[in-house]
């Protein structure tokens, strides 16, 4: 079935630790988020990326960072976790920029950071 | 800069009852207009979509019309079933926007 994959599925983490969070999709999108959603904020957007070899900055993007080497693949990276990025991650993909689509949308990453 | 305002929740209903989950938005052009719905534990998925004017976007029962002259996109259905209890979210994408806006999220709770 095609669509996004993400792993982990869920992960406690210590503070200071560096950690990886994967995305993957097989449809082809050249366009790729991540947000991450908290009780009583929303979702918020951490980066983007509207094709490989090109990433952006969304409205959080302190203490992460992304990278886009091919169309599949958008991993986000927490150099040193705090625990104020306790929240649950969701990567998103969608054909194009200001596509009339959509957005496809993973299953989360809960991660907590203690 | 773009917005989307929608109706605060939660919302609680009883079953078979009409749901409108209001939403309004601010934005220059003619964006795409998004419901998308996320069941507990669950990521987002689409629910419906509209790309111009009078518009109507449908699925599973819920209906939205893209009105231009109020710039809103409220989100009906006629008859709720405990199984629509879920959190829905407006959203708009413009053309060369980047990305799209989410509004906050509605929480909807259809008790039997």
């Known amino acids: 079935i095609a669509g996004i994959t993400q792993a982990p599925t869920s992960q406690i983490l210590a503070a200071g630790r560096r950690m990886t969070l994967r995305c993957t999709q097989d449809?082809?999108?050249?366009?790729m988020y991540w947000y991450r959603q908290d009780l009583g904020l929303g979702l918020r957007l951490i980066h983007y990326?509207?094709?490989?070899?090109?990433?952006g900055k969304g409205e959080v993007p302190d203490g992460y960072s992304v990278s886009r080497a091919n169309t599949d693949d958008f991993p986000l990276t927490l150099a040193s976790a705090v625990p104020s990025q306790t929240s649950v991650y969701f990567c998103?993909?969608?054909?194009?920029?200001?596509?009339?689509?959509?957005?496809?949308f993973g299953s989360g990453t809960r991660l907590t950071v203690v | 800069g773009d917005s989307v305002t929608q109706m605060e929740g939660p919302v609680t209903l009883s079953e078979e009852a009409f749901l409108t989950i209001n939403c309004t938005y601010t934005?220059?052009?003619?964006?795409?207009l998004f419901w998308y719905v996320q069941y507990p534990g669950e990521g987002l998925q689409l629910l419906l979509k509209?790309?111009?004017?009078?518009d109507k976007g449908s699925n599973k029962g819920f209906e939205a019309t893209y009105r231009k002259e109020t710039t809103s996109f409220h989100l009906e259905k006629g008859s709720v079933q405990v199984s629509d209890s879920a959190v829905y979210f407006c959203?708009?994408?413009?053309?060369?926007?980047?990305?799209?806006?989410f509004g906050d999220g509605t929480t909807l709770t259809v008790k039997p």
């Open positions: 998103a993909s969608s054909p194009g920029q200001g596509s009339p689509y959509g957005y496809t």
């Open positions: 449809m082809r999108h050249n366009a």
């Open positions: 990326s509207n094709t490989a070899g090109t990433t």
């Open positions: 934005a220059t052009g003619y964006p795409s």
């Open positions: 509209a790309t111009k004017a009078d």
């Open positions: 959203a708009l994408e413009r053309t060369n926007a980047g990305k799209s806006t």
